[in-house]
Nanobody, 122 residues
């Protein structure tokens, strides 16, 4: 199985950039699609981005298209979320997730990380 842990969260100023990392343990990481979710206070958890097992396919929420980039390095068992032009409304706890396909990631992820906080100041 796969265990996930996020890192890289922290206070960032509006308009700034931040890169989140998700380290995976286990021998089957490369076979899983991966994704990033976020949950703001008082709001539902929403998918931000997803990437196929090979890295050849990506999907983004409309709210972050053109500003966020998801990528992965299977040799390092790590998935990244590069966040640029951050807005205060992006403030949330960001979670790493894993599943068998991008469709699974967007609906019912199998694995979850504990989350990392990203406060965006105005």
């Amino acid at each position: 199985q796969v265990q996930l842990e996020e890192s890289g969260g922290g206070l960032v100023q509006a308009g700034g950039s931040l890169r989140l990392s998700c380290a995976a343990s286990g021998r089957t990481f490369s076979s899983y699609a991966m994704g990033w979710f976020r949950q703001a206070p008082g709001k539902e958890r929403e998918v931000v981005a997803a990437i196929s097992w090979s890295g050849g396919g990506t999907r983004y929420a409309d709210s972050v298209k053109g500003r966020f980039t998801i990528s992965r390095d299977n040799a390092k068992n790590t998935v990244y979320l590069q966040m640029n032009s951050l807005k205060p409304e992006a403030t949330a706890v960001y979670y790493c997730a894993g599943g068998h396909t991008i469709v699974v990631i967007r609906t019912t992820p199998v694995y979850w990380g504990p989350g990392t906080q990203v406060p965006v100041s105005s």
